[in-house]
């Protein structure tokens, strides 16, 4: 007998389950458990973790696009770095927290750490065919339940946020095409320096893509769409990235700024003997017009 969760505990705030049990063995297809008691307090350990991490946290303006209450999805990340799976999360509970999501990882990273199952993590057996049919019907099983999302990298490797054209596994494009319903939504995320000695985590949400108005349609334009969809979103992103303007982002979490650990004492001594207030950030970047002023002096 499978293990089984012997009642579905409800949160006291929101009266969703706390744990999503395992499926009846006669369905043959297990739907990972998924604690939102331990979810809750994971994001709350993540802000502060990532703020020790990232200048900011930053969700590119307007954020979410609009997608009906309830109706599955199906979201793809690109994946440029280490970070990406609890950065993702993050970003995925601020924009949809009315679902409760799910998500694709390597079996044998997936082993390595454990406790992501707890956060709805399921893994995935790559290179074999028992392992894409398993990954199949789990996914289905996900989709199938109301408010319910399945979160993926198809990309399957470390990938730069710059790299093009966008190389998705046949997996994703197999989920879509047996989908009806519901939609695909992509998410860029990237990592770059701006001003500060941190790392900026900046993300993007994408167009969504309607299963329902797209039916009938082949694994190869499935694979073609999700792979523009993807990159499209990627582009957007990369495009306020180098424009370095915080406010065509909303920052979700602050970070720390300035160099006070390296240069601190320097520029708090140097300021204390001209007689001027320490200014704790770094100053802004000189503008474009501003540096060609000064070179014709």
Avoid: C
Avoid at 127 to 150: E, N, Y
């Amino acid at each position: 007998m499978p293990e089984r969760v012997a009642a579905i505990e409800l949160n006291p705030v929101s009266q969703r389950p706390l744990t999503v049990p395992y499926s009846n063995e006669s369905d043959g297809i297990p739907i990972p458990p998924r604690s939102r008691l331990v979810v809750d307090w994971f994001l709350w350990y993540l802000r502060g973790y990532l703020k020790k991490h990232f200048s900011a946290i930053r969700l590119a303006k307007p954020g979410l696009p609009a997608i009906p209450a309830g109706e599955p999805i199906i979201g793809i990340m690109n994946h440029p770095a280490w970070w990406d799976p609890i950065f993702g999360l993050v970003i995925i509970q601020h924009g949809l927290a009315k679902w409760s999501h799910y998500g694709a990882m390597d079996h044998d990273a997936l082993e390595s750490f454990q406790f992501f199952k707890r956060l709805g993590f399921f893994g995935v057996e790559r290179g074999s065919a028992r392992g894409a049919v398993r990954f199949l019907k789990i996914a289905q099983a996900i989709l199938d339940q109301p408010s319910s999302a399945v979160w993926l990298t198809p990309q399957g490797r470390y990938a730069d946020a710059r790299e093009r054209p966008a190389i998705l596994m046949s997996g994703l494009s197999r989920l879509l095409e047996k989908t009806k319903r519901g939609y695909l939504l992509p998410l860029a995320i990237e990592y770059p320096f701006w001003d500060q000695r941190l790392p900026e985590g900046l993300a993007l949400f994408g167009e969504p893509i309607s299963l329902a108005d797209n039916p009938g349609n082949s694994h190869d334009w499935w694979q073609e769409t999700a792979a523009n969809a993807l990159m499209a979103a990627q582009d957007r992103l990369a495009t306020l990235a180098v424009h370095r303007d915080p406010n065509d982002f909303e920052t979700l979490i602050a970070g720390k700024t300035g160099m006070a650990t390296v240069y601190g004492p320097w520029r708090a001594m140097m300021a204390w003997w001209r007689g001027h207030s320490l200014e704790v950030n770094n100053p802004a970047p000189a503008k474009l017009d501003e540096i060609h002023h000064v070179s014709r002096m």
